[in-house]
């Protein structure tokens, strides 16, 4: 079996998973959400803090599986530097102690692979990935052959569903309060433009939106936010939309899935399956509660390095925050 740690941002998970058969045997996740609510957004030196309380809790329930580790995995890149060496340092004291390799695992092919979790995996796949760090579009061939076709200019897709949320005064994450309080608006009630529209540029940025959103909200009451939640997501949901339409065009998918914790949003799930409708494509989609962060998603891919023999030394398991895919 894997131990896997995450780490990256503001969830302190670990997971235990078989290597022969990909089966996940444990897995817990303590998320900070409430701590960090108060402040609108993630505090790093907090998020820290307590993951130092939360990991060290976790593990415990772990040690029954312990004699059957074959390797530790965590997530080193990309991600809060003070967060990832919470999980890093406790890999090493593992690897250490129980004599054991590391394996240094990237957070966005974590939510690749989270499609995958308990499954095989099914190559290639044009991967839409979404979150509160990253809004990228990616073709993925195998394990090692990943290549970014584009990616937000500024904010990303989740990053504006908190920022709208905290303009709001409402709760964090904003991601599931701004799409509930979307239900009750009318998509239509505010004509926010589409971002680069006259370009060709297959990219994406979220930036004009937010400000947009932010005039709306200081101009308008509590009464109108329902029908400005539900403009931003329309507005933020096809502006993605939009610009896959064009690329998809030229390269058509036989499997294209969504991933990363704001793939759990339904609007654009149900757009993104409209969209694929003229070609035929399947739509896969990690289960809900894998689609945030994670150590069963780590474990996934730690076990694919296992068996390539992809390891680290302790001297070179560093935190790389702001590593590409």
Known sequence: MILSIESSCDDSSVAITDIKTKK???HRKISQELEHAVYGGVVPELASRLHAEALPKILEECQPYFENVKAIAVTNAPGLAVTLIEGITMAKALSVSLDLPLIAVNHLKGHIYSLFIDKETLFPQTVLLVSGGHTQVIEVKSLNEMKTVAATM???FGESFDKVAKMMGLAYPGGPVIEKLAKEGNPKAYPFTIPLQQKKIFAFSYSGIKNAVRLAVEEGSE????NIAASFQEVASEHLIRKIKKYLVEHPPKNFAIVGGASANLYLRNKVETM?????AKLHLAELQYCSDNAAMIGRVAVE?????????????????RAPL
């Open 154 to 156: 500024d904010d990303s």
């Open 24 to 26: 996940l045997i444990f």
């Open 305 to 321: 390095m296992y068996r390539a023999g992809d390891f680290i030394s302790i001297e070179e398991l560093q935190a790389s925050p």
């Open 223 to 226: 009464a109108d936010y329902a």
């Open 276 to 280: 694929l409708a003229p070609y035929g």
